[in-house]
């Protein structure tokens, strides 16, 4: 049996990862698009191939799931509408704007007992999903994580998005990546706070259950050729580092709507990456940087 999903969106995540890797994904039939921009979503639709929906509500009534690719303060307001009508969801990080507005999603979901799974992107890569699963009960008092993105490059496909322009929107657009490494491995986070900027760097400190602790370090504006994503953890056992893959966004989508249609079939909602572990990241970045409205 395929599960129908809808897209929600028609900017370039929408476009080039969700919309492709649902086509791609077995056991998938994507129905259609609903973005904010009547023409924007007949375009996509029309090279998806699929309907454009004029309505969310009518995209609704067509499908069983719903992707979302849209900003925070759009998603958290549709994703509701979503569980409330029944729908289980592949949602984008992070899931909400407030941890109030992120609990009200996990209870909605659970109410509707329906699927979710957050795409959390690097825990769907398989060489650093097995080192989180090998490490996740290492023993890690500190960890230092080092981010460099070029998100702001001439020809990035982020550079005009609107809620990344705004001051501390790194931690929110970053720091999700960052936690859902974080979590596993040093535990749940008890205190958070931002830390003096360092230069081109947004700094953050967490300090986790058992008194491990970890400094994260943000930069979005770096050179295409200085990107990098550094994770190190540090134990009694010694030293780690994450593995660094090149990232296949579309594969790494297409694991992830795999495991979300296993748990709509299976109906076995809980996966380590669902809204659960959303509405986590979320309490966690409000003690940071609280959300500020574009």
């Given at each position: 049996m395929e599960t129908k999903f809808g897209v929600v969106g028609t900017a370039h995540w929408a476009t080039n990862v969700h919309s492709i890797g649902l086509q791609q994904t077995p056991g998938v039939r994507l129905v259609g698009i609903w973005g904010r921009d009547p023409e924007k979503t007949r375009a996509l639709a029309a090279a998806r191939g699929v309907a454009a929906f004029v309505r969310f509500e009518d995209m609704l009534a067509e499908v069983d799931a719903v992707s979302f690719a849209v900003p925070p303060q759009i998603q958290e307001e549709l994703a509701l509408q979503a569980f409330r009508a029944g729908k289980h969801a592949l949602l984008e990080k992070p899931i909400a704007t407030t941890t109030l507005a992120a609990q009200a999603l996990a209870e909605a979901a659970a109410r509707a007992d329906v699927a979710t799974v957050v795409f959390f992107m690097r825990r769907f890569v398989p060489e650093i999903a097995e080192f989180v699963d090998r490490h996740a009960a290492g023993g890690w008092q500190a960890a230092e994580v080092e981010v460099r993105s070029a998100t702001f490059a001439p020809d990035s496909p982020y550079r005009n998005s609107v809620w990344r322009q705004v001051a501390?929107?790194?931690?929110?657009?970053?720091?999700?990546?960052?936690?859902?490494?974080?979590?596993?491995?040093?535990?749940?986070?008890?205190?958070?706070?931002?830390?003096?900027?360092?230069?081109?760097?947004?700094?953050?400190?967490?300090?986790?259950?058992?008194?491990?602790?970890?400094?994260?370090?943000?930069?979005?504006?770096?050179?295409?050729?200085?990107?990098?994503?550094?994770?190190?953890?540090?134990?009694?056992?010694?030293?780690?580092?994450?593995?660094?893959?090149?990232?296949?966004?579309?594969?790494?989508?297409?694991?992830?709507?795999?495991?979300?249609?296993?748990?709509?079939?299976?109906?076995?909602?809980?996966?380590?990456?669902?809204?659960v572990l959303g509405v986590e990241t979320v309490r966690i970045l409000e003690q940071i940087a609280p959300w500020r409205a574009a």
């Amino acid at each position: 049996m395929e599960t129908k999903f809808g897209v929600v969106g028609t900017a370039h995540w929408a476009t080039n990862v969700h919309s492709i890797g649902l086509q791609q994904t077995p056991g998938v039939r994507l129905v259609g698009i609903w973005g904010r921009d009547p023409e924007k979503t007949r375009a996509l639709a029309a090279a998806r191939g699929v309907a454009a929906f004029v309505r969310f509500e009518d995209m609704l009534a067509e499908v069983d799931a719903v992707s979302f690719a849209v900003p925070p303060q759009i998603q958290e307001e549709l994703a509701l509408q979503a569980f409330r009508a029944g729908k289980h969801a592949l949602l984008e990080k992070p899931i909400a704007t407030t941890t109030l507005a992120a609990q009200a999603l996990a209870e909605a979901a659970a109410r509707a007992d329906v699927a979710t799974v957050v795409f959390f992107m690097r825990r769907f890569v398989p060489e650093i999903a097995e080192f989180v699963d090998r490490h996740a009960a290492g023993g890690w008092q500190a960890a230092e994580v080092e981010v460099r993105s070029a998100t702001f490059a001439p020809d990035s496909p982020y550079r005009n998005s609107v809620w990344r322009q705004v001051a501390g929107s790194e931690i929110w657009d970053v720091g999700p990546h960052i936690l859902s490494i974080l979590l596993p491995l040093l535990g749940p986070v008890t205190a958070a706070r931002a830390l003096a900027p360092d230069g081109n760097f947004t700094q953050f400190e967490t300090i986790h259950f058992g008194g491990g602790r970890a400094l994260s370090r943000i930069n979005q504006r770096a050179a295409p050729a200085d990107t990098c994503n550094l994770y190190r953890f540090r134990g009694p056992a010694g030293e780690v580092s994450a593995p660094e893959p090149v990232l296949d966004r579309t594969a790494n989508y297409v694991r992830a709507a795999t495991a979300l249609v296993a748990r709509v079939r299976d109906k076995a909602r809980v996966h380590p990456c669902d809204v659960v572990l959303g509405v986590e990241t979320v309490r966690i970045l409000e003690q940071i940087a609280p959300w500020r409205a574009a």
